[in-house]
């Protein structure tokens, strides 16, 4: 599915009118799919509140519908008429041959059960300024149900960003293609519920497009086939460098998260004792008896890491083992290369190309960035810069190689404990090792934890699901993505 950003919905509307389908034509079907929902809340008194521009030129067209269906709809206008649309004049002057009932004046917004915000949409510029500000604080405080047109006002639809003030909406009908602002936080919790209607926009756009909605059906496509005449080495071996005295779990998780979702052989290679072989006896593990790895570790495990289609290195590694991650991070650079927790920061100081992954979450990413993260296209700009693929870990995790990029809103809370990470590395190398692509086997590893996340919480409570449980329960998702 795809998602767009403001501009790409601009092109697709323009180029839509420019075949021939006349502006009032996508409004009427919008104003339609909103009334629709509208409806379905059985409401008695409805408040339609319009600004200037298109959004609100749609707010008017489900004002006028509701009028002629017998609805109790009035309508309050914001903002400057001198500069309005012409889909807003053109909806203002037919609302009036239906007689429908403006007002010049707000009190009490609790005599109204639903509000429908058409005030501003994915043209909104800059902040809010003004008398919106009281008026969406007055929204955001009264009982009744709101449902915002196209993105709740005050939400960047490029960034989920809120623009100094926002709607709550318990509802959002968008229109045509989710936008990048109902994905990301805190736009993705202001735009409710979200409703996707369909529109008759021109889809030959949709060869620009690059930016994706991760779903099961993608994974359902991805997933690898496992032959039945096979051995190990098919599904390919994992060099798991991880750990250090202080970190002894995380090598665990990464090292479950390979063997327990399909890889062939998981060497496990820690500096300290880690006890992987209580948890799953078929790792193959060496330790160091050490606290840290260092350089001259590499000459040991050459012969484990040369066998191996897939190294991961990183979780629990700890900040005193730079040199020897870099020095594997420069010998191995023809290998896929997993680099997650610590070992991200190296990737400053070597060559980077697309057999790597790095596996940042928001403080780590921030560190290589070395600014806060502005929006979904400063990850996208680093990783071809730095030609290298990126899962940006976050609520609404984003998986890119620069060109394309897929945006995963499977997790929630359950998943914010340590040690979820470590597991979403080990489950990406084991699908990389089973020949899926760098980007395919970042999307199932991160659709596979975060729902079986998902659902334990469902199950158990979101306060009360581990990482090693996730682990352990893999399968689940295995078995409804096969069918079985
Ligand atoms: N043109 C089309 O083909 C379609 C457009 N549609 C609607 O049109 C909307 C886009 O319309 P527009 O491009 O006119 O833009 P909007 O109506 O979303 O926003 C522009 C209006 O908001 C005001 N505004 C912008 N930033 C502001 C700020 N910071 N503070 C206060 N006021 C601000 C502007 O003065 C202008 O009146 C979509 O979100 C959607 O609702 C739908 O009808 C679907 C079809
Ligand atoms: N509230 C949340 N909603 C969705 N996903 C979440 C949430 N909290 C955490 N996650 C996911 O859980 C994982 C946590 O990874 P990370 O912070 O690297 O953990 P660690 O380093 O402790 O192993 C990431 O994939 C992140 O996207
Ligand atoms: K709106």
Redesign the pocket.
Known sequence: MYIVNSKE??NI?EL??SKGLQ?SI??E???FSVKEIVEDLNPKKILVMA????????GLAVARLLKNDGYDVQVYII??EE???Y??VNQKDICKEYQVDFIDEIKDLNNFDVLVD?????????????E?LDIIDHVNSCNCKVVS???PTGIS?DTGKI?KKAIKADITVT??YLKIGHLLYPGRSYSGEIKLSQ?SFYKGYEKNLKRFLLTEEKIRDILPKRPKDSHKYNFGSIAVIAGSKEYSGAPILSALGAQLSGAGMVYLITPSYTPILEHEPSVIYTDFNKNYFEKNDLIKIKGKIEKSDVILIGPGIGQNSNDFIKEILEKYSHKKIVIDADAIGVIKKVKTNKNMLITPHAGEFQKLLKKEIESIEDIENYSLEKNINVLYKSTTSLITDGDNSYFNVFGNDALSKGGTGDLVSGVIASYIAQGCTVIDSTLIATYLVYKTGYDLGIENTNFTVTPLQIAKNLNRELIKLRGD
Not at 118 to 130: D, M, Q, S, T
Request: net charge negative.
């Open positions: 919905m601009k509307d839509t009118i502006e996508l409004m079907q919008a104003a600004g200037t521009g298109n959004n609100g030129g749609d903002g400057n500069n309005a649309s889909g807003f058409g005030i501003i949409g994915v043209g909104l510029a800059g902040e809010i300024k003004g919106l047109i196209d993105i639809s623009m229109f045509g529109m």
